[in-house]
């Protein structure tokens, strides 16, 4: 599927059950014309039904507390138990704190984001939560925003037990920086290397972070993942790996 910087609704979109539900009374204003009282009766029913949905929502809505928790807290806690965390915050909702990674558009025309970890994450395929937006206010405050932005998505889990958070969104805001500022995660490849040949291991953890995977097979390797773009073709590289020789950084090279 297409991936993009920010959320374009343009395309037309699922209708929610609501919709479904009128689209019923509309055919049963036909059944009265034919029918007479049973009809009207049809009608009836299918009010009745609209408004039982509608409290029942509402009174879920007013009963969740939307706890805050990170992107990366909540995909633990998903994997400890889905089941049991899609009804958790099915009931309760969360407010997610992480970093926009992906705005797109599954097969059934439903926007949605990926969120990463707060914490810089160069693992090769890291789990996220995957939000969508598919109510209009939701769509609206989506769109002030741009992959890489820190923000905050008060959600709600759609109650299906998927292997990562699968949420429904309500609204997103933006995170403030903390004093320091926020951690960088992606440099240029030059950059990448002059920052780290000669460091040690100490050092590199603290310039960039956890490594997404390390290896003594030939000697000691740490790989970084989506750390570093090709200023040539401006695209992200797959992965950078650094060599080290007597406890400290020998080469670097971004694939």
Same mark, same amino acid.
């Given at each position: 599927?297409?991936?993009?910087?920010? /959320?374009?609704? +343009?395309?037309?979109?699922? &209708? #929610?059950? *609501?919709?479904?539900?009128?689209?019923?009374?509309?055919?049963? @204003?036909?059944?009265?014309?034919?029918c007479g009282g049973g009809g009207i009766a049809f009608l009836w029913f299918?009010?009745?039904?609209?408004?039982?949905?509608?409290?029942?929502?509402?009174?879920?809505?007013?009963?969740?507390?939307?706890?805050?928790?990170?992107?990366?807290?909540?995909?633990?806690?998903?994997?400890?138990?889905?089941?049991?965390?899609?009804?958790? /915050?099915?009931? +309760?909702?969360?407010?997610? &704190? #992480?970093? *926009?990674?992906?705005?797109?558009?599954?097969?059934?025309?439903? @926007?949605?984001?990926?969120?990463?970890?707060?914490?810089?994450c160069f693992d090769a395929s890291p789990i996220r939560p995957h939000i969508?937006?598919?109510?209009?206010?939701?769509?609206?405050?989506?769109?002030?925003?741009?992959?890489?932005?820190?923000?905050?998505?008060?959600?709600?889990?759609?109650?299906?037990?998927?292997?990562?958070?699968?949420?429904?969104?309500?609204?997103?805001?933006?995170?403030?920086?903390?004093? #320091?500022?926020?951690?960088?995660?992606?440099?240029?490849?030059?950059?990448?290397?002059a920052m780290l040949m000669g460091k040690t291991e100490a050092e590199v953890?603290?310039?960039?972070?956890?490594?997404?995977?390390?290896?003594?097979?030939?000697?000691?390797?740490?790989?970084?993942?989506?750390?570093?773009?090709?200023?040539?073709?401006?695209?992200?590289?797959?992965?950078?790996?650094?060599?080290?020789?007597?406890?400290?950084?020998?080469?670097?090279?971004?694939?």
């Amino acid at each position: 599927m297409p991936r993009r910087d920010r /959320y374009d609704d +343009s395309r037309p979109q699922q &209708r #929610g059950s *609501l919709f479904w539900l009128w689209l019923v009374l509309g055919i049963g @204003g036909v059944i009265v014309t034919c029918c007479g009282g049973g009809g009207i009766a049809f009608l009836w029913f299918g009010k009745t039904t609209v408004d039982q949905i509608t409290k029942q929502e509402a009174e879920r809505e007013n009963a969740r507390t939307y706890p805050t928790i990170t992107a990366e807290a909540i995909v633990k806690e998903w994997a400890e138990s889905p089941s049991a965390a899609a009804s958790k /915050y099915e009931k +309760s909702g969360a407010t997610i &704190r #992480g970093v *926009l990674s992906d705005v797109s558009e599954n097969w059934f025309l439903q @926007g949605y984001v990926e969120l990463d970890s707060e914490e810089p994450c160069f693992d090769a395929s890291p789990i996220r939560p995957h939000i969508f937006f598919t109510s209009e206010s939701a769509k609206a405050s989506l769109r002030q925003f741009k992959v890489g932005d820190h923000v905050a998505v008060k959600c709600v889990a759609t109650g299906q037990s998927q292997s990562s958070p699968w949420m429904n969104a309500v609204e997103v805001s933006r995170l403030d920086p903390p004093a #320091g500022g926020w951690k960088k995660r992606e440099w240029t490849r030059d950059e990448f290397k002059a920052m780290l040949m000669g460091k040690t291991e100490a050092e590199v953890l603290k310039l960039v972070g956890k490594p997404g995977k390390t290896s003594d097979v030939f000697g000691k390797s740490w790989t970084y993942y989506g750390a570093t773009r090709d200023t040539v073709t401006n695209k992200k590289d797959f992965s950078s790996m650094l060599m080290f020789q007597g406890g400290k950084v020998a080469s670097v090279d971004s694939f």
